[in-house]
């Protein structure tokens, strides 16, 4: 058996635990309800709701759950979908100043590789700022598809 220490330990644990388990965590509004007993059915609640995602991310994150068994009427997923977009939607980052930015900077922000990253900052260094996504598509060893892609995450001033 437990001794009383462990057992209060273990009672404590729950108590701190159990709101959110129990959906007393998440924002009021339309589809919390139908959220808790969606995402609980597989595991805790405060997985479901730890990532912060546009409403396409949420789409797919839902459809990756119906693929692996979650029960729910289409009327259920479009509730839920409607309020994790909601009231946990993605952060905004910020773009990537294609004419200030680090190398790293533009590696990270724009997924591109190392090489590509300084080939934009030795052309950038050699023929001045760039002022649209056509200057930037001059850049050799740049794929203008990928650029194309990324193109609301970078900025130009």
């Known amino acids: 058996m437990f ?6 330990i273990r009672t404590s644990l729950f108590l701190l635990v159990a709101p959110v388990l129990l959906g007393q965590e998440l924002p009021e509004g339309t589809g919390r309800e139908e959220t808790v007993k969606l995402c609980s059915q597989c595991h805790e609640l ?9 409403r396409e991310g949420w789409t797919t994150t839902i459809s990756k759950m119906a693929a ?7 009327k259920d997923v479009g509730i839920v979908l409607d309020y994790l977009a909601k009231a946990y939607p993605a952060e905004e980052v910020p773009k990537v100043n294609i004419n200030t930015a680090r190398a790293i900077e533009i590696e990270a922000g724009l997924s591109l590789r ?6 934009l900052i030795a052309y950038r260094d050699k023929n001045g700022p760039f002022k649209s996504l056509a200057d930037l598509k001059k850049v050799p060893s740049l794929d203008a598809k990928h650029l194309e892609a990324k193109r609301n995450r970078i900025a130009f001033e």
């Open 46 to 54: 405060a997985r479901s709701i730890s990532l912060r995602q546009d």
């Open 3 to 8: 001794s009383d220490s462990r057992l209060n």
């Open 114 to 119: 190392r090489s590509q990253a300084a080939a």
């Open 68 to 74: 692996f068994g979650m029960k729910a009427t289409p």
